[in-house]
């Protein structure tokens, strides 16, 4: 598969959730297309559906009707155990709130996707080493999560999140937690990597400036996308 080539497809997707009171339903009939290698920011009010969107890409959630793909795989149609392994080894997910496990070190907290893998302990050693240097954190593979900034915790996550060599990552308000300064740094890490490593990159964000460091915006409102545009980039002054 080449840059440019659909990667993420999601087919008339409509998502209920059916509760104890009113059935919600964030998503309608919804139709998005992600190209390989591409890099796009998801936009919209609270509750128009963007983490619901976004686990449905992941398979951490199923459609109520239509299809999600990623590359070759209909990912609302897999089992349980296929889920997790295709998930393991495909997706990265970022969380605004790091998500990582408190009483492990930034390195054991990059090493837990690799426990699922059949890798030996010098390649997930190695492999933990070259996320944490891609996220310019080898200084800190000893500390624990309390033990560092917010940006660095989110840096963590982000290693955790690239470390199987995803080929997808997925990040739901990767900066809502970090003052300017640390996402600014946590926002040119993410297109860092979506650049070194060719990674298709979808990140949910409120923020306007967050936005702008992705090639494509896409609006989501009620249930339906609402608009979808190129960012013109700046040519870098040379
Ligand atoms: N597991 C669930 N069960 C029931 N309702 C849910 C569930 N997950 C989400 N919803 C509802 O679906 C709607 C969309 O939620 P979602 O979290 O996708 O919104 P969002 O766009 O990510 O909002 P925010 O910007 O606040 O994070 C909301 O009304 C929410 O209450
Ligand atoms: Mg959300």
Redesign the pocket.
């Known amino acids: 598969m080449n840059r440019g080539d659909p990667f993420v497809r999601v087919e008339d997707v409509t998502k209920t959730?059916a509760?104890k009171g009113e059935d919600?339903t964030?998503l309608r009939e919804l139709d998005l297309v992600v190209e390989k290698g591409e890099f796009t920011a998801l936009m919209?009010?609270?509750?128009?559906?963007?983490?619901?969107?976004l686990h449905l890409i992941a398979g951490i959630?199923q459609p109520t009707e239509g299809h999600v793909k990623v590359g070759d795989v209909l990912v609302s149609g897999l089992r349980r155990r296929q889920l997790a392994r295709w998930r393991n080894r495909e997706v990265g997910f970022v969380f605004q709130q790091y998500n990582l496990v408190p009483v492990l070190t930034a390195f054991e907290n990059v090493e837990l996707p690799l426990l699922l893998t059949s890798l030996s302990k010098s390649e997930r050693d190695r492999k933990v080493q070259v996320a944490l240097e891609a996220v310019d954190l080898t200084d800190r593979s000893d500390h624990l999560p309390r033990e560092m900034s917010g940006g660095q915790q989110q840096r963590v996550a982000i290693a955790r999140a690239i470390v199987a060599g995803p080929s997808l990552l997925l990040a739901?308000?990767p900066t809502g937690n970090l003052d300017e300064h640390a996402a600014e740094n946590v926002l040119e890490l993410l297109r860092a990597l979506h650049e070194r490593f060719g990674l298709t990159l979808v990140m949910?964000t409120?923020d306007p400036r967050a936005a702008a460091y992705a090639e494509r915006v896409v609006h989501?409102d009620k249930g339906h996308i609402t608009s979808d545009a190129r960012n013109v980039v700046e040519e870098a002054a040379s």
């Open positions: 959730f509760g919600v964030p919209g009010p609270s509750g128009s559906g963007k983490s619901t969107l959630d739901d308000e949910v409120h989501l």
